[in-house]
């Protein structure tokens, strides 16, 4: 037995109360008059009967009162040992953790052997069901009390590429408890490694109907090395401004010396050594990638020799092509637009454009459907002939640039855009009577990697009604600077100012060049495809236009990824393994996907016992010592069983009682008195 609030048994001092009111109150007696005292002999009067206890049972019904008050505040408890609980029709479920880590150190076949020992010891009638698990949970048998089919579940788990998930674990114990309406009793076989578990705790959470018994699989910190990464261009035009950068990093590592190797279609190219510090990473640069024309495969790689080695190579795809070409139609004599906007491609080094210019008589006979996107750079007119075939050209989805300048003032429209012009906003060179950009739309593909156009001047533009086009940027006074059109599958981009630095200084500052960049490729379409993907990311296979098309899908095993039903209807793919997936649209649009094993897998530290006890008290029962527990520690456990009612129903009978003999005595002593 115990006390929650011990401090409160101090009020059984007020014992005293009753005691004093019995026996040591002081003695009253009526005096006798006499007339005098000189004929009684002296002697001493004994006190023994005014000490004598009045009312035996009153004094103790009052003590009994006062004694059960103060053990009522101090919280009696007993620690009542619960019989263990009855799960009837209880599901033992045996989770197995395949992900990348379970690799190292034969992980993978130490958990099935352990695993199996579990199924040998259930009782005959008793049911169970085998998982795996890493990113995503796969059911390896149904329930069933037979032991065959459940160590064959177990044997037909294989090692992936996935990163752990516990969480996604979570999920699914949740479902089957639902689903079946019964008890689950877990048993967890994996390295219990820490970057699996979620973010949020409250994930983990189990069903009260859920007991988890965790079993560590050679759970302790492993030194592994792995390159983290790999930056290296999607696209190479010029082999000699490609560069490859490669991060090597280290965990549970003493500081040691390593081999990088850069492969390019299974060949090695360049090697250097480099020296990981401990815990740390390390960065290695090769300075060029002769890459041949078409896809290829590109892989960074060490020689580590540690006890993972699926995270010693990163593999990246490269496509080595041509610049693809773009017309820039100008004014004759102003070639000032021209110089700015093809200096601003040059400038990032990998340019994907080559500018072919025209004047607007050399453009008549030019059919721009050759052309990724076209430039027209403040032009007075163009032919209806050239001007229709540019229509035509939009809505087969194609773009183009519109800049408006002094010679475009004069038309009632924008140059193939049904926009209309308003007229022109001119503000002086002299003083700061200029505008500058007071708002930009940082979602559109044109300004969301470089928003900071603060400090452009723009002495002129042209007041364009937007009508159904999009608003990417305003000046100070409302005037829109940049607008974006969709017509039939293409795009109108009108830019209400000219590339010339006269009616503006925008050419000459640092936003221009970015933006010359992003506004070309969105208008070419070059989509920004990763180099590298990981396992577990999707990618999707058809557009509206392709559906119903077969798309043909090899993994990195040479082997058919899809079902000829999957071919024809699926819109996604997810990656399950590391290597290069060959994606084979229609129209003979190829591509070469490198996936990569998550990162997070090689860190082997696992979670600490602690985090482990923390998961396992969310389902039923408590955990035992060491992060382990069983039907015995978690359901016989004793726990504490409040007294307080009990006393306190005992305490409002002892005052009934109290009340009731008090007044009885009292009017005793009325009738003697």
Known sequence: MGFLTPMFLGGLLAVGLPVWLHLLRKHKTTPTPFSSLMFFERREQSSIKHRRL????????????????????????????????????????????????????????????????????????????????????????????????????????????????????????????????QPLDVHLYSDMQQTGMPANFNDLRLNAAVRLEPHPVDAKPVANFAVENVVAPRRVYDTKKARVLATIAGTNNQRAMRKVSLFLNQREIESKNIEVPENGRATVEFLSLEVPFGANRGAVRIDSGDALPNDDTFYFSVERVEPRRALFVHEAGETRGLLYFQDALQASGQSAFVLDPATVEQATNISPSKYAFVVLSDVPGLSPGFENELRSYVRDGGSVLVALGHETVANARVPVSDNRVDGTRYASRNGEQFQTVAWLDAGHPSIQQDNRWDNVKFYQAIRVNPGNARVVARLTDGTPLLLDEQSGEGHILVFTSTFDNVENDFPKDAAFVPFVEQTARYLGRLNDAQTAVFVGSFEELRDSKEKGAAVDVLDPKGERALSLEEAARAQNI????????????????????????????????????????????????????????????????????????????????????????????????????
Do not use: C
């Open 54 to 181: 009045r009312y035996l049972v009153l004094f103790a019904l009052r003590t009994l009162l006062l004694i059960l008050i103060a053990l009522a505040f101090a919280q009696p408890y007993i620690q009542q040992k619960l019989l263990p609980l009855t799960r009837s029709g209880q599901i033992t479920v045996v989770a197995i953790d395949n992900s990348l880590s379970m690799r190292a150190d034969g992980r993978l076949d130490q958990a099935k052997r352990m695993a199996k020992s579990v199924i040998a010891g259930l009782h005959p009638g008793e049911r169970g069901e085998v998982l795996a698990f890493g990113s995503r949970v796969q059911v390896m048998s149904e329930i069933t009390d037979d032991h065959s089919p459940l160590n064959s579940g177990v044997d037909s788990i294989e090692p992936s590429d996935a990163r752990t998930s516990y969480a996604e674990l979570v999920r699914s114990l949740r479902s089957i408890s639902q689903a079946t309406k």
């Open 574 to 673: 997810q990656f399950t393994m590391a290597g290069f997936y060959d994606i084979r649209r229609p129209s003979a649009r190829n591509e070469l996907v490198a996936v990569n094993t998550d990162r997070h897998e090689s860190d082997l530290t696992p979670a600490p016992p602690e985090t482990l006890s923390l998961w396992q008290n969310t389902a039923q029962g408590t955990a035992g010592s060491g992060g382990e527990s069983g039907p015995e520690s978690s359901d016989a456990a004793p726990k504490p069983l409040s007294l307080w009612w009990y006393v306190m129903l005992a305490v409002l009978a002892l005052a009934i009682a109290e009340s009731w003999l008090g007044n009885r005595h009292l009017s005793v002593d009325k009738e003697a008195a």
